[in-house]
């Protein structure tokens, strides 16, 4: 059992460049979340999504896109990336909590981004 | 959600149990305590959580005061591999996110 996959787990960046981070759960959860964590800090959360094809913002979502077109998978876009984006980003998924059950969160591995 | 203040740093010597305390003065009576943990810039590892009765599982105890103002998450026999940044979080049972503080940076030594 996977659980939380994140591809690719490490890149460098040139600033104004682009890419898309992946995350993957296998799970058949309806929760799922892209935090940062930047050095000696704790996560923060970047855009979330409470079902396949929804999503909403976070606490840090400027500079950044999300999609979730399928239920497994949920999508970090940087379209022009800057050195202030230079974290470790972790992807993480639950179950939905919708009726009030506290749900696990599961988070992967991270995924190192440096732009230079 | 509730905000939670917890020391930044602790120390326990090896096989020796850890008591890691938390403040949640404003947790709401919907708000479970919640406790994770990350070891070095891995994902944060789900630990336990609890509402108003302490928990027991394979990884650690929790207690929580009556008022549920206050918690101590326990860990009975801490080894090396304990050595992480814990972090206490309350969430309402129907909420959709987890906000993280900075923690308690535990350090478990010979």
């Known amino acids: 059992n996977a659980g939380v996959t994140q591809t690719p787990k490490f890149r460098v960046l040139k600033t104004g460049q682009s890419m898309t981070l992946l995350c993957a759960q296998d799970?058949?959860?309806?929760?799922m979340y892209w935090y940062r964590q930047d050095p000696g800090m704790g996560l923060r959360l970047i855009h979330y999504?409470?079902?396949?094809?929804?999503?909403a913002k976070g606490e840090v979502p400027d500079g950044y896109n999300v999609s979730r077109l399928k239920k497994q998978n949920f999508l970090l876009g940087l379209e022009s990336a800057a050195p202030s984006q230079t974290s470790v980003y972790f992807c993480?998924?639950?179950?939905?909590?919708?009726?009030?059950?506290?749900?696990?969160?599961?988070f992967g591995e991270g995924s190192w981004l440096t732009v230079v | 959600d509730a905000k939670t203040t917890q020391p930044p740093s602790m120390d326990c010597a090896e096989g020796r149990a850890a008591n890691l305390p938390c403040n949640h003065s404003?947790?709401?009576?919907?708000?479970?305590v919640y406790w994770y943990r990350q070891i070095h810039s891995q994902g944060p590892q789900y630990i336990i959580h609890?509402?108003?009765n302490n928990e027991t599982n394979e990884m650690a105890s929790l207690i929580i005061t009556e008022d549920r103002k206050s918690s101590t998450l326990i860990l009975p026999h801490a080894t090396l591999r304990d050595t992480a940044v814990y972090y206490c979080?309350?969430?309402?049972?129907?909420?959709?996110?987890?906000?993280f503080g900075t923690g308690t940076r535990l350090q478990v030594t010979l």
């Open positions: 993480a998924s639950s179950y939905s909590s919708a009726a009030g059950t506290p749900y696990t969160i599961y």
């Open positions: 799970m058949n959860h309806e929760y």
């Open positions: 999504s409470v079902g396949e094809g929804t999503t």
């Open positions: 404003t947790i709401s009576g919907n708000e479970y």
């Open positions: 609890g509402l108003k």
């Open positions: 979080i309350v969430k309402a049972g129907t909420a959709s996110k987890l906000t």
